[in-house]
Each structure stands twice: as C-alpha cells, then as structure tokens.
C-alpha cells in the first residue's frame, strides 16, 4: 500500500477554498487538485509493507493522541520551489503559536512513529502546506500566490489525522486516488 499521513480539512474549509478557486481556474495552465483531495502532508511513508501495518497504526495512534487538538483555518499560500519557477502552488494553514507547535511536534511523531514501525521516512524539513495545484513545468504562479494570500477560510479545530492509501493512475484523469485507510484522534 503506498501511503501518507495528512492533515484532512473538512469538507465546509475545503468547498470554501474551492469555491474561491472555482472562478479563476479557467485561466492558467495548472493541474489543480481536486477539492476533496486537498490535504496538509504530515509524513510521506511511500509503500507500505502488508506486515509493517499493525505497528504503523499503532505507533500513529499513540503520536496523535501525544498532540492537543487546535484551532485552523486554510489562509494565504505559496508555491514551492518559488514564485517565479513553482512546480507546485500550496494554500496555507493559518496557527496560533501552540497550533504551530502541536502541528510541527506531530509532524516529527509520525516520521518517528513510521520509522519505529519499520516504515522508512525521509528527513526533509515539514513546511505545512496544501498542494491545490501542480504545473507541468517550472512556472510563474506570482498571481495565484498573490491571489491566494487574499484568501481566508472558515475557521476549524484540527482534531484528527489520517492514514491515507494513494493508488496511482486510479483517479480521474489519472491521477491519483486517495482513499482514508484509519484516523486517529489527537487529544481534545
Ligand atoms: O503534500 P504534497 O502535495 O506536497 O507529492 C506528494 C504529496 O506532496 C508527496 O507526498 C504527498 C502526498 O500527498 N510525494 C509523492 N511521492 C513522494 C516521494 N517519493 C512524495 N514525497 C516524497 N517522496
């Protein structure tokens, strides 16, 4: 199973940001991502072992419920690697400092929790973010980050992560189908 863990916005946060995004999409030559499969990545785990499954979710469970539930909102955004030549244009998730502190810590707990499991993460720096729309080469999206840094979405608690299966090529157009294998609570 090839798998990550994220950050899911509810369904009201994510029709809002799409509904602020519907209108412009006719412009531009972006792969946008559907509005339902909009999330925050929190560990990239790649493929999954059947065996290595039992201990991932476990050890998961344990690293959300470490974590204390907080306030959020989809606001602003950026592109990665910039601006000028993006690959990938990105939403933002609006915290308050303990936010920003639960976020990254449980972040950290699930690279470590996949690890302990026998699930090999890479180290690379957390930089929260919701990938909306991918370019088919390096692009100039200053317009859509400047248009995105308008943006503020309804206000939610982030309360839960989840494990997702990615299955390639099974989704519309080919892209990717994600489907929520298991959530796990972080405490209220
Ligand atoms: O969350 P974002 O959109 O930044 O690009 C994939 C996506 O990133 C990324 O994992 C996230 C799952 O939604 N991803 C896909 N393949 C990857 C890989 N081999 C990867 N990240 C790291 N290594």
């Known amino acids: 199973m090839r798998a990550f863990v994220a950050l899911v916005p509810p369904v009201e946060a994510l029709e809002d940001l799409d509904t602020f995004l519907e209108v412009r999409r006719e412009v531009g030559d972006l792969r946008w991502v559907q509005a339902d499969q909009v999330h925050a990545t929190l560990a990239f785990l790649g493929d999954v072992p059947d065996r290595r499954l039992d201990d991932l979710v476990e050890r998961l469970g344990r690293a959300a419920a470490k974590r204390t539930a907080f306030p959020t909102a989809i606001a602003g955004g950026g592109a990665f690697p910039d601006a ?105």
């Open 84 to 188: 000028a030549r993006a690959r990938v244009v990105w939403a933002g998730l609006q915290l308050e400092e303990d936010g920003r502190t639960e976020l990254d810590r449980l972040a950290t707990g699930c690279r470590a929790a996949a690890n302990r499991a026998g699930v090999p993460v890479d180290g690379t720096r957390f930089r929260p973010h919701l990938t909306v729309a991918r370019t088919r080469a390096p692009h100039d999206v200053s317009a859509w980050v400047r248009l995105l840094d308008t943006y503020r979405g309804p206000a939610w608690v982030a309360e839960e992560m989840a494990l997702v299966a990615s299955y390639l090529g099974e989704g519309a157009r080919g892209r990717p189908r994600h489907q929520v294998v298991e959530t796990f609570a972080l405490t209220p």
